[in-house]
């Protein structure tokens, strides 16, 4: 028997209001796998990623992990994967320090071996460009910064499945090189990596899914 | 496994604690509004002390409801808009710790200092003595109640717009025994009755709402959150 893969995506489908959003999901995922997940807006880009992390259940079709179905090793799954989606979960009354340390600590300390520890998380946050920033109260930074306390998981997690909404949004050139030199050393450390973006990636090896954007339209 | 659900309820509650400091202004709300209203009802209805006190337990268990029917709207809805409540429910860990974490952050930042202010509104409308013991004990077990089936409320109306109303229909029946009990063991207390009975009553709603309360929250953000 050969190996099976890290994730597999069998004929998923995902209906709301007997409207078929997403139909016939293929996909498979291997360790030092990407795959950009591509498509216009509306086409669903989101919706599969949620799906993916279990946030929706799908109206057919299964993910499998590591050739078990998702209701056999849901916890192994959910400890082994992050997700950071289009909101990225940052609390704006809370500084960036508090807001890293409480998205760690929510891991379960599964997903982060030493996450108490204030010089990793001060450390994390110095290598996504927030360096001096961790003691600042969230709604004094911009955009971009947001977003990169919420990238700064990515510094301290153990998972080995990412799932990325649009991580290059509101991003500026220096952090998105930053990101993908991030995503080449966890893909090179046989980690995967399923993202959305309309940006062109620099890395090597991306494999593209283009989501049908006729699936949206059936009224 | 038990050490990451423990960690997951601690978490949250520092979080929220943390988050109700931070605005404080806003937190305090209820408070105000409930001493508000009480230093109102003198003025408007009578200042003798032998009526007030005839209706204070009521009024003070009618304002403690509303005061925590006004706060347990908010308590997901942030977290839904920024995607946190997204997080938790694809956390490995058991979903109703961390919800039990955040009720109970609601609770020590609304029902306990309402209770612990309550003995300030019993001198304004001339609460007897004797119910002021009472009348701790009720409250405090009495608001937890609210903040537990106001969460299963909360959880269920997140997802819309405007689910303020709807909450209020969701939960006041439920709230109904609570608020009959509450009252009755002030009241028995004031007339010289045991008044541990009614007490009991509310203890056994509080136990029932800790353990069921959390799941039914639980549940109910599993299915609210697909859309």
């Not at chain 1, 807006?41 to 109206?59: C, D, F, M, V, Y």
């Not at chain 2, 908010?74 to 979903?95: C, K, N, R």
């Not at chain 2, 209020?168 to 109904?176: D, E, F, H, T």
Request: with cysteine.
């Amino acid at each position: 028997m050969s190996q099976s893969p890290l994730l597999k995506v069998d004929r998923l489908a995902f209906e709301r209001d007997d409207n078929c959003l997403l139909d016939k999901i293929n996909l498979s995922l291997n360790p030092g796998e990407i795959v950009q997940v591509e498509g216009a807006n509306g086409s669903g880009k989101t919706t599969l990623l949620r799906l993916l992390t279990t946030a929706l259940q799908p109206s057919a079709g299964e993910i499998l992990y590591k050739g078990q179905a998702l209701t056999e090793c849901r916890y192994q799954y959910l400890s082994d994967m992050l997700y950071i989606g289009h909101q990225p979960a940052v609390k704006s009354t809370l500084t960036a320090e508090e807001n890293l340390r409480w998205m760690v600590n929510t891991d379960g300390g599964v997903k982060c071996a030493d996450k108490t520890n204030s010089y990793v998380i001060a450390g994390a946050l110095a290598a996504v460009g927030l360096n001096g920033y961790t003691d600042v109260p969230c709604y004094a930074l911009s955009a971009g910064q947001h977003r990169r306390v919420a990238l700064a998981r990515l510094m301290m997690t153990a998972a080995t499945l990412w799932y990325l909404d649009e991580p290059f949004t509101a991003i500026d050139k220096q952090g998105v090189s930053f990101l993908e030199d991030r995503l080449r050393q966890h893909l090179s450390q046989g980690g995967a990596v399923v993202l959305t973006s309309h940006q062109d990636l620099t890395l090597e090896n991306v494999r593209t899914y283009s989501l049908n954007p006729q699936a949206g339209q059936t009224a | 496994m038990a050490q990451s659900t423990n960690s997951g309820y601690s978490a949250w509650l520092k979080r929220d604690l943390l988050l109700a400091y931070r605005r404080r202004g806003e937190a305090a709300s209820p408070l105000i509004f409930f001493v508000m209203v009480s230093t109102l009802i003198p003025l408007v209805l009578t200042p003798d002390p032998a009526r007030l006190a005839m209706v204070a337990a009521g009024l003070i268990w009618i304002m403690a409801l509303l005061a925590t029917l006004l706060s347990v709207e908010a308590l997901f809805a942030s977290d839904y808009q920024d995607g946190s409540l997204e997080q938790l429910l694809i956390s490995p860990q058991l979903l109703p710790m961390p919800l039990l974490g955040k009720i109970t952050a609601h609770w020590l930042t609304t029902g306990l200092p309402l209770t612990l202010a309550s003995p300030l509104l019993g001198l304004m409308l001339s609460l007897p003595l004797s119910g002021y013991l009472p009348m701790l004990w009720s409250l405090a077990l009495g608001t937890a109640c609210f903040s537990l089936t106001g969460a299963v409320g909360a959880a269920l109306t997140v997802s819309l717009r405007k689910g303020g109303l709807l909450l209020s229909l969701l939960v006041m029946p439920l709230y109904m025994p609570v608020i009959i009990f509450g009252t009755a063991t002030i009241s028995y207390a004031i007339d010289g009755v045991n008044w541990l009975p009614p007490l009991a009553i509310l203890g056994a709603l509080f136990a029932a709402s800790v353990a069921l309360c959390p799941l039914a929250v639980a549940g109910a953000l599993r299915i609210t959150s697909v859309h």
